[in-house]
Structures are given as structure tokens and as C-alpha cells.
């Protein structure tokens, strides 16, 4: 976060060329801001600010949160999602307190791809930025929301789920059409049902919840 503070300024040939200086969040007047999507999160222990001899503040501050995301899985695994993080402020209307960007989404994503571990389910593939005026009783708010494009790695469900699937289906119809007796098909289908039947409680284990529509792999 940066902010300006005119009452905050000071000429630093007057204070052995001090320039800077860094103060507890509660010393001056800082923006209030929220995650509109926000469960859970921790608050940040960093509550420090640095002050700049032209009233320019200066806040790091970083937050580890678990948003909400409806998710559309019906192409699980191959599914790509879109999700917001909206920032906002609603204890001040439009005409005291606007947010702006200060940097393009190229940069942001390009930070963003550099910090954030690259090991993880997701791939992060797009990042844009849209900033409106929500209206509310009549008063309109400053609302800044990044909209996130992930693209799942499908690799591990592949190997645990589709694969197997697929072997235990080709196994069924190899051994419904074979030369073997009824009895030895009658076997055969029953260790093949149980087969389906664990790999089923796993997929409904790994499966995201937050969807309306069942993927396609959980549907056959």
C-alpha cells in the first residue's frame, strides 16, 4: 500500500538528513481495506510502515487468506478456473478514499510467478485487474479485483484415477466377451465392481466440493 500525507512531511536538512523512518501502523492514519472473498486467514505480524520526508507512506504487509471460488470442475482434471480477490474499503464512500493500481497485471504476474511456489495443483496462467465503484445505500465505494486464471496439473490424476479406470473398464469387457465359463466371469465382474467401488471412494475423496455439476470422470 502507498498513500500520501501532507501533514506528514518534514525538510531532512532539519533532522541530520533523515529521509526515512519506519512507525507502528496505529502512529498515523492508515487505508482500511478488506478481502471481500475471505474466509479464513492470518492476521499479519508486520505492523510497521515507513515514512517518507514527502509524506509518501509505505506498507508491506503480507497476508496468508483462504478465499471462496465457485468452481466448475465438469472437465476434471482438465478443468481451468477464474477466481476474485476483491479489495475494498466500506468505511469510506468514493469521494474520500479511491484505490488505484500501481502496477500492470504483466508485473504483478510476472512477481507473482517468481514468489509463489510453481510445485503446487494449480498453475497460475492469467492475472487482470478491474477497478469499479460499488454503489451501497446510495454511496459508491472503491472496489479493486483481481481476477486470477489457474490452470489444474492434471498428471497425478491421471496416473491414480483415469489410468486405472480405464485398465479396470478394458478388463471388464475382456473378460465379459472371453472364452471363460460363467463362473469365472461371475468372479472376475464381482473383483472388478470392488475395484470401481474403491476407486470411487477415492475420486469423491479428491474431488472439490464447491461445484454444481459432477465432472464427467465422476459421472461415468
Given at each position: 500500500?502507498e ?9 531532512p ?7 526515512e ?7 498515523y492514519w ?15 505480524e ?8 514527502n509524506g509518501?507512506f509505505?506498507?508491506?504487509r ?10 466448475i ?16 474499503s ?16 504483466a ?8 514468489l509463489?511456489?510453481?510445485?503446487g ?11 469499479f ?7 459508491g465505494?472503491?472496489?479493486v479485483?483481481?481476477?486470477?486464471s489457474m ?12 489410468l ?21 466371469k461371475?468372479?472376475?465382474?464381482i473383483?472388478i465392481?470392488?475395484?470401481s467401488?474403491m476407486l ?6 479428491s ?8 465432472p ?5
Amino acid at each position: 500500500q502507498e498513500w500520501q500525507n501532507p501533514f506528514a512531511t518534514w525538510d531532512p536538512l532539519d533532522f541530520c538528513n533523515i529521509s526515512e523512518i519506519v512507525l507502528p501502523m496505529d502512529t498515523y492514519w492508515s487505508p482500511p481495506i478488506f478481502i471481500l472473498e475471505r474466509v479464513s486467514g492470518q492476521n499479519p505480524e508486520l505492523n510497521y510502515m515507513a515514512l517518507m520526508h514527502n509524506g509518501s507512506f509505505n506498507s508491506t504487509r503480507p497476508y496468508q487468506v483462504t478465499l471462496t471460488c465457485s468452481l466448475i470442475i465438469f472437465k476434471f482434471p482438465f478443468d481451468t478456473q477464474m477466481c476474485n480477490l476483491s479489495i475494498a474499503s466500506f468505511l469510506y464512500p468514493v469521494t474520500d478514499f479511491v484505490m488505484k493500481t500501481r502496477r500492470t497485471p504483466a508485473e504483478i504476474m510476472k512477481d507473482s510467478k517468481s514468489l509463489i511456489l510453481t510445485d503446487g495443483e494449480w498453475k497460475f496462467t492469467n492475472l487482470s485487474i478491474i477497478e469499479f465503484t460499488e454503489m451501497m445505500d446510495d454511496k459508491g465505494f472503491s472496489v479493486v479485483t483481481y481476477v486470477i486464471s489457474m490452470e489444474r496439473r492434471p498428471t497425478l490424476y491421471i496416473l491414480n484415477l483415469i489410468l486405472p479406470t480405464c485398465a479396470l473398464y478394458l478388463l471388464d469387457m475382456a473378460v465379459l466377451f472371453g472364452p471363460s465359463s460363467l463362473e469365472e466371469k461371475i468372479n472376475f465382474q464381482i473383483a472388478i465392481i470392488l475395484g470401481s467401488s474403491m476407486l470411487a471412494v477415492i475420486l469423491n475423496n479428491s474431488l472439490p466440493t464447491s461445484s454444481n455439476k459432477p465432472p464427467i470422470i465422476g459421472t461415468h
